[in-house]
């Protein structure tokens, strides 16, 4: 009987550019959320976080399910196309097709890797804030903390302060 040869079809980098436009989306959705938080943290809007971090939340549990199925896409790939199973990058893979459709979904995944690096620094950026604030909230409780440099300050139980907070002391009066 005689042998079949593989068809190259287009269906798996269809179905790779529909995963790339899905992963777009919620990628502008997570810099979109980046920014909301960024804006909270400016308003000092605590009670706008958790709202941030369940939206984040879902929005990179879409990702991860997004990227286990860009992954198998990705291995069915060279074999849907008859290439040899070395290179399983898909820009390796892609590259290797030499289609007009192949350096479509190459010109797309680059300019996603292009987008995620971006929203990876404004999370840096987010994160370098965070710390800064936690830092400056920090020195200001312990500048409040500070004892009072009179002697005749005493805690609630009676005893004498020696570094509670100003809130809780009571000056002896005369």
Known sequence: MGRLSIVNDSRPLDQLLHLLGRESAQCELLAQSILQERDAMKRMA??????????????????????????????????????????????????????????????????????????????????????????FIVRALEAHRQPDPESNVYSMSGGRNTGGTPATLIRRKG
Request: aromatic letters at 4%.
């Open 46 to 135: 605590l009670h706008e976080f958790a709202a941030i971090n369940q939206t984040r939340v879902s929005i990179l549990e879409c990702l991860s399910g997004l990227k286990e199925e860009f992954d198998a896409c990705v291995r069915d790939l060279p074999v849907a196309h008859g290439l040899p199973e070395t290179g399983r990058t898909l820009p390796d893979v892609l590259q290797r097709m030499k289609t007009p459709q192949a350096q479509a979904v190459l010109e797309r995944y680059e300019r996603l890797a292009h987008r995620v690096r971006t929203v990876q620094q404004d999370i840096a950026v987010n994160r370098l804030l965070v710390k800064n604030i936690q830092s």
